[in-house]
């Protein structure tokens, strides 16, 4: 994205009121009118018709920006924001297989780990849900106290996961992010 652009959507983007997200949607249409086939635009209306609670119009613009072809972090945070709107539109097979796929492009980001396990929680995969947060625990988290637990946090995380059907973690060849 050019550097105009990029200031007028930070300059909208901190101009924001999560509860009234319509000022925000009325300030970026027009840059999607101007820039039809920007990602980083595409994304960003998606993202501020998912803060208005408006889940299935957000899909389409997640689904055009992916298809645009996302670059830095963009494609972080749309897997994230796109695989939780379908979780919350309870697609839930779907939203899976978008943290899997998001998942093995960003195995360190410990915010799609969070929804990820969100999602499973939705799917009743409980136990997979707390094991995969114990994973992000001991993967992540430092503190003294912490530390020397490690091995048995992960123990117990494995062993949680093993808990629910061998089917929980999606594949994410099954995703098919343009729709």
Do not use: W
Not at 22 to 35: F, G, K, S
């Amino acid at each position: 994205m050019n550097v105009a652009l990029n200031d007028e959507l930070d300059r909208i983007f901190e101009a924001r009121d999560r509860n009234n997200m319509a000022p925000t949607i009325a300030a970026l249409l027009p840059l999607r009118e101007e820039h039809p086939h920007n990602p980083g635009v595409l994304y960003e209306v998606g993202g501020a018709y998912d803060t208005a609670g408006e889940e299935a119009i957000a899909l389409e613009f997640y689904e055009q920006a992916t298809s645009e072809g996302l670059v830095g972090d963009l494609p972080r945070r749309c897997y994230l924001q796109y695989g939780s709107t379908l979780r919350n539109l309870d697609r839930l097979d779907k939203s899976m297989a978008v943290f899997a796929t998001a998942r093995l492009e960003f195995p360190d980001s410990v915010a799609l780990g969070v929804f990820e396990s969100l999602t499973f929680h939705a799917a009743g995969n409980t136990n997979t849900s707390l094991g995969c947060l114990l994973e992000l625990l001991a993967d992540h988290v430092h503190a003294e106290d912490l530390d020397r637990y490690k091995p048995a946090i992960r123990g117990n995380a494995e062993y949680l996961i093993s808990l629910d059907t061998p089917s929980t973690k999606a594949d994410p060849s099954d995703v098919d992010l343009d729709g």
